[in-house]
């Protein structure tokens, strides 16, 4: 920062489990939560989730199957918020509690509420995701649906939901053993500083913590009981008006997230000269996990089940970086003693159920935030949890090379330092050329191939044949029941595939004629699945974007409220607003956009200025591709791949 020169270094990362038990109100009903959320072998928990999948009281329609996936995504959320904190639990069950009702309001009034667009939706990074889950869908007349069943079966839920909200609706902190557990390791955080400090400023920076939680409920709970803990408890005197909390863009507090930042590691966030060191404690959700230098922070506090162990590694990454003045940093990592197991059993046992429907589907793509569901069991995960259970840091060093935590952008960045060494041979290799090596996280067989100018990259499960392919497309299509699948015939994602292929430099080659034999036949199925994606493309009705609700409902209202805006202005941010947008783009505009506000031409201004702070430009629906036979689908390479 000022001009001096640093020694580039990275700091070992140690780990430390958090042991807590769930304190005597949660432990009282765990059992009984346990049979209400986990799905048993015959389909029937104690929770219906009736509201959540009415079609399945539809008399002549089949149930909606990704309404099953989103019972699935709402149990594993209900779940994880019993773990975080029972004040993310309790307002959990009082967004249900309300969602229910309205939708029996409605059911009076002679309409059944839908839940749809399921893809756009997470439990996992954020409460606001949560409430858009129960509040939001679009209804349809009740005449076909067997109504009277319908009730029974929400009403039943809702007395389920009332009971567990009652448990817990007057649950104070100091009831929270989990609270106390964190108190005391800020102590001991504070007490290894002193220990190995050289001055003042050097304790400053060792003493310094984020907790990141996956919920904004839990950062609530925890803040309020820390600001009473840091004023009585005079072990830590020393944090004393220095925490802050961060969850979204706006900040917390009065605090924006720009200030809250500069304010806690000026040095290593850039902040402007002469920005004060003010905070010592940040409470966060994941809006820190990526894309922040906070090396100047020494300790991590995960206050949740690591669930997805690479989220933590993210986390990591934020204070493991170059620059880093600390020779060690410490990550510490919550677990419920006795109900652990338990947990992990419940979380498996709910993917495992919303694999099979999300399959039915075609979804390949992560469905439970943090766990993929067809192509990476959640048994891997569940062992990186252990392994953080008994404080292996592996999973930290690693995570430069694990491919499990590799990006796109560090696939091409390895791929550029390989041609730099072999670009030569990688060109003279001929076409279709192959290999194969033993040690993969999967046993299969991967393709790279080519139509024109466009590259595809299938993995195709060992052993599979085009009869199991063909079986499976027709389950996605609903002709079979999701039950029935094994692991999917066919991986299309690309980060996945990269993934089932990563090995070492020195991973030596082993291929057999028998490799050789299945390749052919594998093949086969990669060729037509690739051939069905590219159709799927020529069809133009295909290529019409799906704009999510929040952005239509934003069009509408630059249509009704255009502002100052020329005619041909508000053409162009309507066209804009009416295009496919990811998911944190919905959460920067869900954010600013109020349609109650007294002044909409101001509403329709700040959507105006967020689009362009984000340089969002109208979508241009892409032109259909042509026709083509399978003879047009090249391979490129292969490889065989064994555990």
Request: charged share 35%.
């Amino acid at each position: 920062r000022d001009g001096s020169e640093v020694t580039i270094r990275f700091p070992k990362p140690h780990v430390s489990a958090v042991n807590y038990e769930l304190g005597e109100r949660l432990m009282a009903f765990f059992d009984e939560f346990v049979e209400a959320v986990a799905p048993g072998e015959d389909g029937q928990p104690g929770l219906t989730m009736a509201r959540y999948n009415p079609t399945r009281f539809h008399r002549a329609r089949d149930v909606a199957v990704n309404e099953m996936a989103l019972v699935g995504l709402i149990r594993s959320g209900l779940l994880k918020r019993f773990e975080s904190s029972v004040f993310a639990f309790r307002e959990t069950l009082r967004r249900m509690l309300e969602s229910h009702d309205k939708f029996l309001a409605a059911l009076d009034r002679g309409y059944v509420a839908l839940m749809k667009d399921l893809d756009e939706w997470s439990l996992g990074d954020s409460d606001d995701e949560l409430d858009r889950i129960l509040a939001d869908g679009d209804s349809e007349p009740a005449g076909d649906y067997d109504v009277e069943s319908l009730r029974e079966a929400v009403e039943a839920d809702r007395v389920v939901l009332e009971r567990f909200h009652a448990r817990v609706a007057d649950l104070e902190h100091d009831e929270d053993p989990k609270l106390r557990r964190l108190e005391e390791e800020l102590e001991r955080i504070v007490q290894q500083a002193e220990k190995e400090s050289y001055g003042d400023e050097d304790f400053r920076e060792k003493r310094k913590v984020i907790l990141f939680s996956y919920y904004e409920d839990t950062l609530n709970w925890v803040e309020n009981y820390l600001q009473a803990a840091l004023e009585r408890n005079p072990a830590l005197a020393s944090y004393r008006g220095r925490m802050v909390s961060v969850s979204g863009t706006e900040g917390r507090g009065g605090v924006s997230r720009e200030k809250a930042v500069f304010g806690f590691v000026p040095v290593s966030s850039e902040a402007p000269p002469a920005t004060e060191d003010v905070f010592d404690i940040m409470l966060s959700t994941d809006v820190l996990a990526e894309g922040m230098n906070l090396q100047q922070c020494r300790n991590v506090i995960n206050f949740d089940l690591p669930w997805n162990p690479m989220r933590l590694v993210q986390r990591h990454g934020r204070i493991d970086r170059i620059g880093s003045p600390h020779e060690d940093v410490y990550i510490r990592c919550f677990f419920p003693t006795a109900e652990l197991e338990a947990l992990l059993a419940l979380e498996e046992r709910i993917r495992r159920k919303l694999a099979q429907a999300a399959a039915t589907i075609g979804i390949e793509s992560e469905v439970v935030p943090g766990g993929a569901v067809s192509d990476r069991v959640f048994s891997e995960t569940r062992a990186e949890i252990e392994a953080l259970r008994l404080e292996d840091a592996r999973l930290f060093e690693t995570s430069g090379t694990d491919p499990a935590a590799l990006s796109g952008e560090e696939y091409r960045q390895e791929l550029r330092r390989a041609m730099g060494i072999l670009e030569d041979e990688i060109k003279r290799l001929p076409a279709s050329a192959g290999s194969g090596f033993a040690g993969g996280r999967r046993d299969g067989n991967f393709f790279c191939a080519r139509v024109g100018e466009r590259v595809f990259l299938r993995f195709i499960r060992r052993g599979a044949t085009m009869e199991e392919y063909e079986k499976e497309q027709g389950a996605s299509s609903g002709d079979r029941r999701a039950e029935e699948l094994d692991a999917p015939v066919v991986v299309g994602d690309t980060l996945t595939c990269l993934k089932l292929i990563h090995c070492e430099e020195l991973t030596p080659r082993d291929l057999t004629e028998a490799d050789h034999a299945e390749v052919y036949e594998a093949w086969s199925v990669a060729r037509r699945d690739i051939l069905e994606d590219w159709q799927w493309f020529t069809d133009p009705a295909n290529l019409m974007p799906k704009v999510e609700r929040l952005f239509r409902r934003m069009a509408e209202h630059v249509r009704r409220y255009p502002a100052d805006l020329s005619q041909e202005e508000q053409d162009s941010l309507i066209e804009t607003l009416e295009a496919p947008w990811d998911m944190r783009t919905r959460r920067a505009f869900g954010g600013i956009f109020d349609p109650e506000a007294k002044d909409p031409d101001e509403v329709t201004t700040r959507i105006r200025e967020m689009v362009q702070e984000r340089g969002m430009m109208p979508f241009r629906v892409p032109k259909a591709l042509p026709i083509i036979s399978e003879d047009e689908v090249r391979l490129v390479c292969w490889m065989a791949v064994k555990r």
